[in-house]
């Protein structure tokens, strides 16, 4: 117990980095500061978000329907590899996140760079805060493999420790595949597939909740999605 101005007898303070439940709209936003400052959250305020996250992501379908009214606009965002400062200056040119200023992004959010656990979860904090204006999808590093030879492990377990890292890695799993922006553009990470007559409907029965290479079947959709490089070749 503490004692404040004027005599009374109060309790802890609240620690204003502790999770909403539900998430408010100025919670990333204090969270984009802090880390703008370099400081972390504690691995209770980590798992809480985590947990969140993954809550809502095992609701989605594997396919994002998006739909931009006539006049407005979505910003499609590629590879950002933990580079939490360069998505700042995105932010700052274009505005952050909010139901009238839409975002999709495309997946790889961590490895090589050095900030992959404050970009994804000020992300995810803002995809609790707007569920419906902020669209995450997996790329090709939101997997074990890929973590484990370019640096994200490492880096979660340095600054947290391994049963986080674990929690992010079913984050990863529960990311939706691919969105359909007015149900015409096709977005995926990757690429698309070595047979042509692929429908929404077979990558709407993927199991996506798996490694990529690891899906049950024998086409492994999704990894091809994730991995497949656009080239000029058939």
Known sequence: MSQDIGGRI?????NPFDVPNPMTPEYPMKVLEA?????????SQVNAILKQSRNLFETLPNIIEVSVTEG??????GDIFGQFFDVLNLFTLNGPPSNGNPY????????????????????LCFKLTYPMSLHLLRGNHECA???????????AEDKYNIAVY???????????????????????????FTRRDVTL????????FAEPG?????????????????????
């Open 166 to 192: 674990q929690n992010f890695l079913y984050i990863f799993q529960s990311l939706p595949i691919c969105s359909v922006i007015n149900k015409r553009i096709f977005v995926v990470h990757g690429g698309l």
């Open 104 to 123: 999709l992004f495309i997946g790889n959010y961590v490895d090589y760079g050095s900030f992959g656990t404050e970009l994804f979860l000020m992300l």
């Open 35 to 43: 880390f703008r400052q370099y400081e972390r959250l504690k691995i």
């Open 72 to 77: 407005k606009e979505i910003t499609v965002v």
């Open 201 to 208: 409907d077979e990558i709407r029965r993927v199991n996506r």
């Open 145 to 155: 493999k890929s973590t484990l030879k370019r640096g994200f492990k490492n880096e």
């Open 214 to 234: 690891e899906e049950i079947g024998g086409e492994n959709l999704m990894t091809q999605m994730l991995w497949s490089d656009p080239m000029e070749h058939p």
């Open 10 to 14: 109060s309790g802890p303070q609240a």
